[in-house]
């Protein structure tokens, strides 16, 4: 969950490593630092907080070397401090690492290293990095065999880029279980968590595969397992160009990203879903016959994705009469679930490096399940673990909170279930073609929703003040509920709890008192009726009921004090639109609170540790 970087070549490498951090501050932001070669030494600059902090602390240094390494950190062993912030040296000084992910191993390699008399000023597990890299070069390795050497007896997951000012021409990475790629310029070469800091410089990237070393240096790029055998780089170009990883005019990444949904679902359905009802997804290597030996489907995600997973058990479920089980990542790999090669695991995660969910996935494939997975991150690691992937295409998502990215993996989901749907003969063609066409519409109708953004940020600002929401919803709307809630603590730490309308008697009516705001999913379904029912439950408690509900549905308009209108749509459909003014009503909710939604206390974007 930290963000790492390194650059060599002709440019002033600090501003690239600067620069490069900022977009990688999603990741992690509680300290910083960078280590740039000067003279024969290394000059290692670390601040407590985020990265402006070290760009203030950088302000006067010399701009003239040509390499160097950065990170940003999110603290999981060693409290945040600036003692504790990457780049981490080893006894000489000469030689620094940073470092993402955990070493499971530190105590005892701590242990051996202090016996062998080396010096630790941290009490992170990653400075042993620094030291084990130190004791190679001491026995005559180069730096990429030392790296290769030390990560072989590193356990746990890392990503490492190492760099000695004895040679400033070179850095060094090295992965097993946490994401690094390589990015070739002209003469110019640079590493990082992401591609984000890349994008100023070039397309043209390597990603570096689970336990693979690189060595980059202006005379090019060397890749080694960390056996020393040598692999040919295989480079690849990204699409993502930069403004797409910028704000694009917004206050933050988070509202740019919510209006970026009508876009991601096109881009989504396009070239899978055609008008006429056609579905082509020959990227899941599932072939029909495949299809019709499955007899029960597993979804495993965490966070929002978990919630994309238990909206498409409803549409699995009744499009393709076929048995879904829905678990959080950390509680299926360890709860012995009963799997078989008729199985198959569906993994959601949008940025292919959840622990969990990678480690979900590798455990359904030891048990001989088959393996899909659903995500944002072309070449992520969960993207190689599974038989067969389906990307969401919704671009990069910087707002640590998930809103693109959820809505483009219910889409996928959905077109998975119409294609089980079909090879199990379960939905007619007219049907299945039905649900295409609206799905279809669901871009503009969402912009409908889009445009009307004032009048949920007026609502938003009128409950801000509030101490407490609740959300409910039946049906579909449930997860829906869950999601609201999650939303809005996540990013404005106020208390949120979403549940089924219909548990609201066995407990969660006990917090309603006067004033208290409810917000409801009241879009149509088979239910909507027993959910009106919930609501005025609530409302005869003193709640302010707040209802995302259909145009013109007077039934809503009788018992709510607010509606957040979406336009009409299938039921099964309806969470593509009522999210969005759930998104909006967290984001405004947060400003007016004065929250940074793009960077809420205590989480990260990607989280790569159980
Ligand atoms: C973190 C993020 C959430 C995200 C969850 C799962 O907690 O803050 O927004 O939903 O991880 O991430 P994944 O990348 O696996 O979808």
């Known amino acids: 969950m930290c963000g790492i970087v390194g650059y060599v070549g002709d440019r002033s490498a600090l501003p690239v490593l600067l620069e490069g951090l900022k977009s990688l501050e999603y990741r992690g932001y509680d300290s910083a630092g960078v280590a740039l070669p000067l003279d024969g030494c290394l000059e290692v600059v670390r601040r407590a907080g985020k990265v402006d902090e070290l760009i203030a602390a950088t302000a006067g240094s010399a701009n003239g070397q040509h390499s160097g390494i950065g990170h940003t950190r999110w603290a999981t062993c060693g409290e945040p401090s600036e003692s504790n912030a990457h780049p981490h040296r080893d006894c000489t000084g ?82 097993v279980d946490a994401p690094l790629v390589l990015g070739l310029g002209d003469g110019e070469y640079f590493l990082a968590s992401d591609v984000a800091p890349l994008l100023p410089y070039t397309r043209r990237v390597v990603w570096l595969a689970d336990g693979e070393a690189a060595q980059l240096s202006p005379a090019g790029v060397r890749i080694v397992d960390l056996e020393g055998v040598e692999h040919a780089p295989s480079s690849s170009e990204i699409a993502w160009d930069r403004e797409a990883a910028e704000k694009a005019g917004f206050p933050d990444f988070m509202l740019k990203e919510i209006h970026e949904q009508p876009r991601a679902l096109r881009d989504t359905l ?15 290597a599932l072939s029909p016959e495949d299809i019709a030996g499955v007899d029960k489907i597993f979804i495993v995600a965490c966070g929002s994705s978990y919630h994309a997973g238990l909206v498409a058990k409803y549409a699995f479920e009744r499009w393709a009469r076929i048995p879904v089980e829905i678990d959080v990542a950390s509680e299926f790999r360890y ?98 073609a039905e649900v295409i066409a609206d799905l279809w519409r669901c871009p503009e109708q969402m912009e409908e929703v889009l445009a009307d953004d004032s009048r949920v940020r007026e609502v938003a600002e009128r409950f801000a003040p509030a101490e407490g929401f609740l959300f409910i919803g039946r049906g579909v709307g449930y997860p829906l509920a869950m999601e609201g809630a999650l939303k809005l603590k996540e990013i404005s730490y106020v208390h949120a709890e979403g549940f089924a309308a219909g548990e ?60 957040l209108v979406v336009p009409q749509t299938a039921e099964l459909l309806s969470p593509m639109l009522d999210l969005i003014p759930l998104q909006l009503l967290a984001y405004h909710v947060a400003k007016a609170r004065g929250c940074d939604p793009d960077r809420p206390r205590n989480l990260a974007k990607s989280v790569t540790v159980e």
């Open 270 to 284: 396009r070239g899978r879903a055609d008008a006429s009802g056609e579905l082509t997804l020959d990227e899941l």
């Open 94 to 175: 000469n030689l620094a690492i940073v470092h993402n992910g955990i070493i499971e191993n530190h105590v005892q390699l701590r242990q051996e290293l202090v016996a062998g008399g080396h010096v630790f000023h941290s009490a992170t597990d990653s400075e042993v990095v620094a030291h084990l890299v130190e004791a190679h070069v001491n026995a005559g390795a180069d730096l990429l065999d030392a790296v290769r050497l030390a990560a072989r007896e590193l356990h746990g997951s890392f990503a490492i880029v190492a760099i000695d000012a004895r040679n400033p021409g070179a850095i060094v990475g090295a992965r």
């Open 504 to 563: 609201m008697k066995h407990g969660p009516i006990a917090l309603i008192d006067k004033g208290v705001p409810v917000v409801a999913i009241a879009t149509h379904s088979r239910v909507l009726g027993k959910l009106i029912s919930n609501i005025e439950e609530a409302r005869a408690r003193g709640a302010s009921i707040v209802c995302v509900a259909q145009k013109g549905d007077e039934r809503v308009l009788e018992v709510a004090g607010d509606v």
């Open 335 to 432: 709860r012995d679930p009963v799997l078989s090669p008729k199985t198959l695991v569906v993994g959601i995660s949008q940025s292919g490096e959840t622990a969990d969910t990678l480690a979900a996935i590798r455990y359904a494939r030891r048990q001989q399940a088959r393996t899909v997975v659903i995500t944002n991150v072309v070449g992520s690691s969960i993207s190689r673990e599974a038989d067969g992937v389906l990307y969401t295409h919704a671009g990069p998502e910087i707002g640590v909170a998930a809103t693109k990215t959820l809505t483009t993996q219910i889409a996928c989901l959905w077109l998975l279930g119409l294609w089980f749907s079909w090879a199990r003969g379960a939905l007619s063609p007219e049907a299945a």
